[in-house]
């Protein structure tokens, strides 16, 4: 098949979990298809990360809108009741582009990530496959129990907006993915079932564990400008590691990430280190003991819990976190109702040598058993497929 990927961010650095989904997706597919690749991106693209998606693609084509049209396009979208981000990532330029890249490509089949591609795809006679990625309503739903009055009348617009957004996609494309099961349950539309589980895979020979000495007790990792990993480390260090503190005051914790929002920096003491963009993450990772990650809002599948258990860390996370991916609470990780429970559990942890490898192991194990990239591209290539033979 001659497959176009049609992004709204371009796929490297690895440091957005859209962005890592797209990449394997990209360069499993390249192994038996053609594939050609059309993005937006709001900053330039250096060469080292154009070169490293460019061997897996015939052509590629990268459009840099004006971040001040951008940004009027979101103002008018409030004002004429739109999604706000869709308005973001869609202009009058992208759509043309978009439109003179697939009339040279004469792609099979369009594979277009979340619904801030669906304005510029909408129009296209090709077969079309949507990858929601994960239920961002709900994740927006989620986002406006944690925010102040404001940001919360602003998300409660944009979850209205996204929502609808989420049932128009089905009136215009031919087949959908998703991330994992408990995304596809709340997109309440009559054809969610429709939707096809499409998890993330983990590089195992990659991320593998790492014999060192252990400079950190507790670490949390992830891309720190994003919202519900800003919330995740602020409820970590300021509310579950007092509690940690009491019983281990020689606790360090590491909190490791692209881009750490002021909050996040401001976090940063004697015992909590915050590093910004380190150059392999794996070493973040290496160097502690227990991996917490205690996210109470988003949604989709968490990379940081895959990479984790793979580099052979034993993980105390929240249900919501752990739900996607189909773990046994107590076999393969821990899970916190609260920051009282959350720290008992990291306490545990850390008291017991042998209980932390034991987890570890297990987690591992089921890590490397259940989350394959290749795995999980022959369930894209056949939905891709149907896609094509079933368009009308």
Known sequence: MKILVVLPRFPHPLDKGDKLRAFHQIRCLSEKHEVYLFCTSHSWVDDEDYNAVKSFCKDIKVVHPNKIVSAWNVVKAFFSVRSLQVAYWTSKKTIKKFRKFEKKVKPDVLYCQMIRTMKWVKKSETPKVLDFQ?????????????????????????????????????????????????????????????IVVLPNGIDTDFFKPIDTPKNYDVVFCGNMSYTPNVDAAKHLVKDIMPKVWEKHPEAHVLISGTNPAMEVKHLASERVTVTGRVADIRQSYALSKVFVA???????????????????????????????????????????????????????????????????????????????????????????????????
């Open 294 to 392: 205690p996210m109470r809002m988003g949604s989709g599948l968490q990379n940081k819990l895959l990479e984790a258990m793979a580099m052979g860390l034993p993980c105390v996370t929240s249900k919501l976190a752990a739900d996607p991916l189909g773990t046994q609470s107590g076999k393969h990780l821990l899970l916190g109702e609260n920051s009282d429970d959350f720290a008992q559990k990291v306490v545990t942890l850390l008291d017991n040598e042998s209980y932390r490898t034991g987890l570890a192991d297990e987690g591992n194990r089921f890590v490397r058993d259940n989350f394959n990239w290749e795995r999980y591209n022959e369930t894209l290539e056949n939905v891709l497929s149907d896609a094509l033979n079933n368009h009308k």
């Open 134 to 194: 994960d239920a961002l309503s709900k994740n927006i739903e989620r986002r406006m129990y944690h925010s102040g009055w404001f940001w919360k009348k602003v998300l409660h617009f944009e979850f209205k907006m996204v929502r609808s957004c989420e049932y128009d996609a089905f009136d215009i494309f031919d087949a959908f993915t998703i991330i994992s099961a408990p995304d596809r349950d709340v997109i309440p539309h009559r054809r969610s079932s429709e």
